[in-house]
């Protein structure tokens, strides 16, 4: 039964989001290309607890997977991503949400699942191209008010946490124009 959620889940990523145009490559292959040519790189899986620093070079990139690492922050030097489309940190070891990500004001997608944050920045706002926040099994309890302000967000994936009915029901008033996944509500106080 979790396979074919698995498998649905994944289906509706495709389906909501496309395929790129453009090939992801590893870092390895990145490496040996002109910093102009690259749109996708991805470190998923490499144990990464840092950046290398000549990835900040590749300014053209629009997808950037840096998932399943041990992150743990990320440096300033991330605004150099002015073209950066989407974001995927899933899974990594961040205590606290990474600022820096609010510098990337061109984000339609942001993948930050499975982490240990348990608030979102009162200043998320920043993201207004974001139309896509995962932050599924990432124990936030509560939004901030300014995510209101974001109005091309479409979906909000949040399973993985249980929240009150009461919980549920006023966020999903309030950002109406969203479609926010919840797990069924717990029994919990608000």
């Given at each position: 039964m ?10 509706q ?9 453009f ?25 990464l607890?840092?950046?290398?620093i000549?990835l900040?070079?590749?300014t ?7 998932g ?8 300033k030097?991330?605004v ?6 989407e974001?995927n ?6 205590d606290?949400f990474p600022i820096e990500?609010l ?17 979102l ?11 896509f926040?995962?932050?599924?099994a990432t ?8 995510i ?8 909000i ?15 999903k ?18």
């Amino acid at each position: 039964m979790k396979l074919f959620v698995v498998i649905i889940y994944l289906f509706q990523i495709y389906n909501f989001f496309g395929q790129s145009n453009f090939k992801i490559y590893s870092w390895e292959e990145a490496k040996k290309l002109g910093i102009d040519t690259v749109y996708g790189i991805s470190f998923e899986k490499q144990k990464l607890d840092s950046l290398p620093i000549d990835l900040f070079k590749f300014t053209q990139l629009k997808t950037l997977n840096l998932g399943k690492n041990k992150l743990q922050h990320l440096p300033k030097l991330m605004v150099n991503f002015k073209n950066l489309e989407e974001l995927n940190l899933e899974k990594n070891n961040f205590d606290i949400f990474p600022i820096e990500i609010l510098q990337i004001t061109t984000l339609k997608i942001l993948i930050i699942n499975r982490n240990n944050f348990s608030t979102l920045p009162d200043s998320i706002d920043l993201l207004q191209s974001l139309e896509f926040l995962d932050i599924y099994a990432t124990p936030i309890m509560n939004f901030p008010e300014n995510i209101m302000n974001l109005k091309s967000l479409k979906k909000i994936d949040a399973r993985g946490i249980s929240h009150s009915n009461n919980f549920q029901t006023n966020w999903k008033d309030r950002l109406y124009w969203v479609h926010i996944i919840f797990d069924l509500p717990c029994n919990c106080a608000d």
